[in-house]
Nanobody
Framework: QVQLVESGGGLVQAGGSLRLSCAAS????????MGWFRQAPGKEREFVAR???????YYADSVKGRFTISRDSAKNTVYLQMDTLKPEDTAVYYC?????????????????WGQGTQVTVSS
């Protein structure tokens, strides 16, 4: 059974930092791409970042230069380091595992999802 468990969310002031973690089990995750998505109230789920099986990384324009995705294959864990946070980053953040090695920015390319962790950035 595949499980993804996010942690690290919380309340932070604008300009601050948070690091999200996603612990995975039930699959050899080093062979799959992993992604982070977020969903704000009243908005659709949107792509944030992804990392493929050879650790190439890709970001949404809105977070490029501020967020960093990484993975520790030995721990089956993916991280999202979020710096210079803005109020518009407020959302529930989800990690997900892709159906294949490369992933994409399309959430339909991901088959397992965590329960989400709330990130709130105050102004």
């Amino acid at each position: 059974q595949v499980q993804l468990v996010e942690s690290g969310g919380g309340l932070v002031q604008a300009g601050g930092s948070l690091r999200l973690s996603c612990a995975a089990s039930g699959r050899t995750f080093s062979s799959y791409a992993m992604g982070w998505f977020r969903q704000a109230p009243g908005k659709e789920r949107e792509f944030v970042a992804r990392i493929n099986w050879v650790a190439n990384t890709y970001y949404a324009d809105s977070v490029k230069g501020r967020f960093t995705i990484s993975r520790d294959s030995a721990k089956n864990t993916v991280y999202l380091q979020m710096d210079t946070l803005k109020p518009e980053d407020t959302a529930v953040y989800y990690c997900a595992t892709a159906r294949g090695r490369y992933g994409s920015s399309d959430y339909k390319e991901y088959d397992y999802w965590g329960q989400g962790t709330q990130v709130t950035v105050s102004s």
